[in-house]
């Protein structure tokens, strides 16, 4: 092999690279190991974690544990699937292109919307996106968030939006509800404003059961309406697309994703008006047919001329790689799931938070829920005399993973609580046993 | 050549197949509670419930069967070879599968305080360090989630930090012409004006050239080494020189890392940020178009500036630390594609610093070995033949046909392996981009250079007929696809 390269040693192969820039010594990494050894030694790391099922989790804040059915694994586990890249040759790769297209498919059935991009790598940056993609549209740079919004998205959304001269304002949330103050709104609004990004659910897990107005004021004023929303909440709360929404973003993590300690999870981005499609970030799969077949399906990326490899620097976003096989998963978990199943397991969902949120209020010292306002999976308690990190710490040496600090949104007294349908009533009584002596 | 059928199921659509009734999955749910709630829908406010939702209604065996049918029309590395150009498609080790599954990675919340999590801390630690090691940098953050976001973060890094030491009149990114697009579309999304630095007839960026259009208002360069013609920048010492010179600062794009570890180092070469691909370099797998981890690393007078959170270790243990004093804040929501850094982490385990020089050498000598391999009158190489090439080989499809690369990608397919990379760099004519990596072994590459040998000759006399033929569909109408009647975005 060497000879037919044109070189005498491995070495020559660099005698390209400059004296000055070739590293003469070993880098200094230690020595590789047979697989049994690493295996054996990167599990016994990674089980120092403190997980379910030796620990109790009802953290939520933006990813929430759900129960990940087995055949959704099954098929992620696909080596045809994981193991291969963007399907930039079509022809052999109309399975990932199908399950792609499938995905936006459910996701618009899901959301109400009329284009759903084949994925962005989380909630949050999806927010950016949005939010840009409002700038984009509308030539204006005021923006308008709930102060409800989750502190994570929040911060990705100025990452992401600063550098256009974007300026972010909040908009207050009633102090009684925890909803969005529609007064404040209302005042804030002008013809100047880009767009009003709004979760719903909130932050503080509450329904925006006013969404329909907020959307309505935003678009009255030319401004787009962009709504962040759980997609399991969708089971029983209305879809985006029903109550005016142009843009809707959202954490596809509870359909079939592990919560891995912070990823690969999976950004949702739709949007309701299919003219705004060219607008979009991200893959676009469409439905097309073999040039030589027209009676057969055939799959191929599209609109292809928005992104980074056409377009360069005049492209909507720079994304190139995704999170595809996250959008496979999400695919499979709603097929599974199916109508009948994922409305039983809203059900599930809000009766286990709302017998939690009323168990944890017979405790002393404790307010459960802390805010007025209907809530689906998560919601805030606020502790009388107790600091929330010290409550949150207290916790998790009990082997309970719950109420992570609100933080300033409603002082340091406040954690948030989520409950799914991976809770039992008995897990429920161990959580309020703990809290009971942790405040 | 070996005779190859890929399947084709003709497989309707998911909601085809559905029929009223039908659960795929039992939802857990305790009576205990569940009975205590008439209609639980009812606690949701009136204006906003939703009375059902459409989704397909499938046994649990019917879905499996759809995704295994469709899994078994998608090609892949574990199928075949995939000299997929600037891709990097190597071999993903099972293990990591094995290690990435277990339930301590998998329920790991990333709001837990950082005394619950120490061992996926402890990693992401040991990680950061080998990455620094590995590219000379002083630090690195392991948040961010593919390699466009790594380079969106390192442009931010290079604006800010001129904005805190001289204000903001810099508003100019150099790229080369060879660029990947990620690299405009970068500068671009991070408010830059992109100007594009012409490679010379050797395929290599000038440092003469550079200083022309370095100035005042240069905030830095993106510079990918080596370069997308998989050839070493000779020059790129001098480039960074130039570049700082006038005052800008310069970026590395590590895309084509796996041409160098153990050799070069970016740091050693002069540049102050760099970006990796892990699911390239570092073998974790694509996922079909991800998720992937491009963590993004500085020298020392740039660290301050990393996007948050990134690792560190003190008296009380590993922790995530969100207040670097001049970030540009974070650009996830929460950590890292944490999942993806393990598997890189276990990567480098197996393999260590002598194994991951072999990894270079190796996938550098498959991709001359390829490229000499291939008839140079068929596929004359694009730039300086005279050079080595480094991760990967670019060549021509000669004649004067447009579409004649793609005749050749799509003739490929019929022989049960993946087309190289084609139409990419912009700035040659009917590309080939062929990166076999280091996992292809001697006869793979043979076979591989036979084949578009081959079809180059049946190409000349005529005789290679419609192509694909083998393939689960055949050519695809795209044209139709993007067509504004036509188009179908959902069904």
Known sequence: MLRKAGVATLDDLFSDIPDGVRLNRPLRIPEGGSEYQVRRDVQARLSQNKTPPGTLCFLGGGVWPHYVPAAVESITSRQEFYTSYTPYQAEVSQGMLQALFEYQSLMCDLLGMEACNSSLYDWASAAGEAVRMAGRVTGRSRVLLGANTGPQRRAVIQTYTEPMGMRLETVAFDRATGQVDQDDLKRKLSDDVACLYFENPNYFGVIEDEAADMASMARGAGALAVAGVDPISLSLIK???????????????????PLNYGGPHLGIFAVKDIKLARSMPGRLIGLTTPAADQQKKAFAMVLQAREQHIRR??????VCTNQSLMAVAAASYLSLMGREGFRRLGETVIANSHFAAKRLSRIDGVVSPHFKGSYFKEFVVSYKNAKADAVFRRLAKKGVLAGSPTRMEVGSQSGLYCVTEVHTKEDIERLAGALEEAV | MKKFTQASWDEPLIK???????VGNEVPSDPAVRSKFKDPAALVPESMRRASVNLPELSELQVLRHFNRLSQMNFSVELGMYPLGSCTMKYNPKVS????SSDSMKGAHPLQPPETVQGILSIFYDLERALSEVTGMHRFSLSTAAGAQGELAGVLMIRKYLRDHEG??????????????????SAAMAGFRVVKVPSEPDGQVRASKVKELASEKTAGMMFTVPNTLGLFEGEVK??????????????????????????????????????????????TPHGGGGPGAGPVGATRKLTDYLPVPVVTKGKGGYSLDYGLRRSIGPLKGFVGNSAVLLRAYVYIRLLGASGLKDVSSMAVLAANYLWKSLDPEAYPASHGKELLRKHEAVVSVKGELPGTAMTVAKAVLDLGMHAPTVYFPLIVHEALMIEPTESEPEEMLDEYAAALNDIYAKLKDGSLGVVPRNTSVGRVDEVKASHPLTLKVHW
């Open chain 2, 16 to 22: 085809e197949l559905s029929r009223p009734g039908r």
């Open chain 2, 168 to 185: 903001g009149a810099r508003d100019e990114i150099l790229v080369p012409d060879s660029a990947h697009g990620t690299n405009p579309a």
């Open chain 1, 239 to 257: 879809e985006p697309g029903a109550y005016g929404i142009d843009i809707a973003v959202g954490e596809g993590q509870p359909l079939g994703i």
């Open chain 1, 313 to 318: 620097e005049g492209a909507m976003s720079n």
């Open chain 2, 238 to 283: 001098e480039v960074c020189d130039a570049v700082h010179g006038a005052g800008g600062l310069m970026y590395y794009d590590g895309a084509n890392m796996n041409a160098l570890l153990g050799r070069a180092r970016p740091g050693d070469m002069g540049f102050d940020v760099v970006h990796l691909n892990l699911h390239k370099t570092f073998a």
């Open chain 2, 97 to 100: 599968e094995m290690i990435a």
